[in-house]
């Protein structure tokens, strides 16, 4: 067995994992590792490689803010870009030599004795840190329906987020089980190619038009030689963004937006009946917002079909729908999402006391400013529980959280103790605040099934508030807040 020491154990290399590592370069940590279970950064972007994918957030904005300067082709990238400017940050900030490919964690077990993590990769490897950073997000494991008579099926099935490359869907019948985020790009990309595609939709979502094109030759010049107005169309498209928070905790404004969809449907969908199924019956919000241009024109394709009866089951020659009809397919695809609501459950985490991370959330999980944990010292989560944005980049929140982070571990280094924990009376007042805000919330009431709640009905993936109010709340570190030994 090899045991290694280090001060600061980052688990992921997606934008949490990357931001965090450069932060700690720039801040003069250099002790530290960043474990990778794949054999490249990316995270989400280098997983969902499907037809059409894309960032539904402005390129400007989806990306770290000391590091703007990048040659986007869109005014919303395309995953190969998102995926060369992760790679990009870490080459040129000097992460690469520290982050551990092919390395898949097993286990973290708090020392109580030496104060120090435990990682246990699969390898056999140990490395002892005084900080664990997990920092795998919330999109990272496959959500697939529970519907019967999946192994029994003939022709070829898989996730979007596993895409199978080898498979070509030409001339094929192709099934799209979903109509989320994945499936509004997916379907668009596929429909030209493909002899039928059948999407299967369990509810409607929200569409609205994409301010999408292509940066001309000259605005790229303008943005390279002149920085000023790269900031202000950042700043422009923050406040923008912002703006449609509003929407998720005011009825009048969310009507208005309503209203607005419905007259965009209408304009795009002549068809009654096709606009009556592409219609939600939900507040906006309540639903992660679909922008696309695509969408509603691929569905009026003469060989696609949206199919609104519910499925059944599969068969082994397609998708049976629960009045009998079975709609025959060659390839199978599940648009259907990631299991968000389970934080770091693909992870052993035991913190004091033998206490383990999975049962401490068995009732939905919960952080103090979404980043620290009672019971579980000189632990901090990037991208953790209510840290999600239903209405802007959440590289912002990021980068918001890794300033934190790194703010507490500077005060231990100060103080020269060893170990930081977050009071549970700290953890409570802060999610019964978090819970206040999200019972008035559109997630809350608004009546849907999404992912940004557990089973329970319990939000645990968004915050509730404008992201600029999360930025002022990590601004500083409360040390009355934790307990330092």
């Given amino acids: 067995m090899v045991r290694k020491q280090v001060e600061v154990a980052i688990i992921g290399a997606g934008f949490s994992g990357v931001g965090m590592a450069i932060r700690l370069k720039q801040a003069g940590i250099n002790s530290f590792v960043l474990v990778e279970k794949a054999e490249d950064v990316g995270g989400v972007w280098r997983e969902n490689t499907y037809p059409g994918a894309a960032c539904d957030a402005p390129s400007h904005l989806y990306s770290f803010s000391f590091e703007p300067h990048f040659n986007w082709s869109r005014r919303f990238a395309p995953q190969s870009e998102i995926l060369a400017y992760i790679r990009h940050c870490a080459k040129k900030y000097g992460i690469l030599p520290h982050i551990r490919f092919a390395s898949s964690v097993q286990s973290a077990e708090f020392n109580e004795t030496t104060n120090a993590w435990e990682i246990h990769l699969e390898n056999g490897c140990v490395y002892e840190a005084k900080f664990l950073l997990p920092a795998v997000g919330q999109l990272h494991q496959p959500k697939f329906p529970d519907l019967s008579g999946r192994e029994q099926f003939r022709g070829r099935q898989f996730h979007s987020a596993e895409w199978n490359h080898s498979c070509d869907l030409t001339g094929k019948n192709v099934a799209v089980v979903g109509t989320g985020p994945s499936a509004v790009q997916i379907v668009p990309a596929i429909v030209g190619k493909a002899r039928t595609v059948h999407v299967f939709q369990r509810s409607p979502g929200h569409v609205r038009p994409k301010a999408d094109r292509p940066y001309s030759e000259f605005e790229h010049k303008l943005f390279r030689y002149v920085p000023l107005l790269r900031k202000i169309d950042r700043a422009l498209q923050f406040c923008q963004n912002e703006l449609r928070y509003r929407a998720f905790n005011s009825k009048r404004l969310n009507e208005a937006q309503q209203e607005a969809f419905r007259q965009e449907l209408e304009r795009t969908v002549t068809d009654p009946v096709l606009r009556r199924q592409l219609t939600p019956d939900y507040p906006v919000g309540c639903k992660r917002v679909l922008p696309s241009n695509d969408w509603y024109p691929a569905l009026l394709e003469g060989n696609c079909t949206l199919v609104n009866t519910p499925i059944q089951q599969i068969v082994p020659d397609g998708v049976e729908t629960a009045d009998g009809e079975v709609w025959k397919s060659d390839i199978i695809i599940y648009a259907t999402g990631f299991r968000t609501t389970e934080f770091l ?50 590289i912002y929140m990021i980068e918001s959280q890794a300033r934190y982070i790194l703010k507490c571990i500077r005060k231990l280094r100060r103080r020269r103790v060893s170990r930081i924990e977050v009071t549970p009376r700290a953890q409570e007042r802060y999610n019964a605040w978090l819970r206040e805000r999200l019972d008035r919330s559109v997630w809350y009431l608004g009546g849907c099934t999404s992912w940004f709640k557990n089973e329970a009905g319990k939000v645990v993936t968004n915050w509730p508030g404008f992201s600029f109010e999360y930025r002022n709340r990590m601004r500083w570190v409360r040390l009355k807040e934790y307990e330092l030994d």
Avoid: C
């Fill in 345 to 394: 459950s693909s992870l052993t985490v035991i913190g004091r006391n033998g206490q383990r991370l999975d049962e401490t959330w068995k009732g939905g999980a919960e952080a103090h400013r979404g980043v620290a944990v009672s019971g579980f010292p000189n632990m901090f989560i990037l991208y953790g529980p209510n840290t999600n944005l239903g209405h802007s980049s959440v």
